[in-house]
Nanobody, 113 residues
């Protein structure tokens, strides 16, 4: 059974940084595009970033370009999201998955002073 588990969220001040992790199991992680999504309070789920199976093709939503970095370790089956210069609007539950309907339970990121 394919599973992903997000971790690394927390409370951070504006301008701060966090690194999220996504541990995958139950499927051939190295063969799949992986993605990050987020859902802010009262808002719809939105796509954040994606990375190809070999890590060579990366895409970001405009609102995180230059601040977030997606990466993956296929040997360890872990997806990462490095988030710098965090803003209050980045407050959301962050999810990972192959597709949005197969995401995990999420990890809460709160950006507040």
């Amino acid at each position: 059974q394919a599973q992903v588990a997000e971790s690394g969220g927390g409370l951070v001040q504006p301008g701060g940084s966090l690194r999220l992790s996504c541990a995958a199991s139950g499927f051939a992680f190295r063969d799949f595009v992986m993605q990050w999504f987020r859902q802010a309070p009262g808002k719809d789920l939105e796509w954040v970033s994606s990375i190809s199976s070999d890590g060579r093709e990366i895409r970001y939503a405009n609102f995180v370009k230059g601040r977030f970095t997606i990466s993956r370790d296929n040997d360890r089956r872990i997806l990462y999201l490095r988030m710098n210069d965090l803003k209050p609007d980045d407050t959301a539950v962050y999810y990972c998955g192959k597709i949005r309907d197969e995401r995990g339970q999420g990890t809460q990121v709160t950006v507040s002073s």
